[in-house]
């Protein structure tokens, strides 16, 4: 009989851990965590949206749907057309399966409510193109809110991987006066708070 070394009995450490990584996967396959798409790290974000150190993760969300657009007057004399946006609520969920509400401004302010209760408030924000059709990527410096739940001390809000969403497809002018049309668009969204 050949003695095999490579099959060793695990160490009692080593065998706690194990268990500890099957028991951690165990729990977030049975509260329904759904990871989005990994993010390596804030260097591989443009520098402008990218969230300062000492911030971790409190969640992340998708939001995914259609934008409404309606092409309108912006100004007169002479008259210049563009396209605004009709519907800026927009529900995001996030990785457990629990819904997180954009609320726009001025109610004083846009911010997000999670479906627990818990809110966040836009301070300001900066925004980075992402091509012809795609929303900006985004990072919004939040106010952080003391009711508790998931968004509770929220301090800054990400919006990165954006896919479609932009109206500029298609000239506004007066003959599209008052036209609207849908925009497909998805979007992932980082909350993060204090470390």
Known sequence: MENNSSCRPLSSNRLRSVLAVIAAGTL???????????????????????????????VEARGSGTLTYECQAVKRQPFEYAWLLRNPSVELTDTYGQNIVH????????GWVHRDGSRTAVVDFVEVPNGSF??????????????????????YVQRVRTLGG?????????????????????ADYVFWRPA
């Open 134 to 155: 795609s929303l900006p990527l985004q990072r919004t410096k939040a106010e952080p809110s003391p009711v508790p739940g998931t968004l509770q001390n929220v301090s």
């Open 28 to 58: 977030l396959s049975a509260c329904g965590y759904r990871p989005l798409t990994p993010y390596n790290t804030q260097l591989d974000l443009p520098e402008a949206i990218r969230v300062p150190p000492g911030h971790q993760v409190a």
């Open 166 to 186: 932009l109206a500029s497809v298609k000239p506004c002018s007066a003959s599209e006066l008052g036209m609207r049309m849908g925009i497909p668009y998805e």
């Open 103 to 110: 609320t726009p401004g001025p109610r004083p302010r846009a």
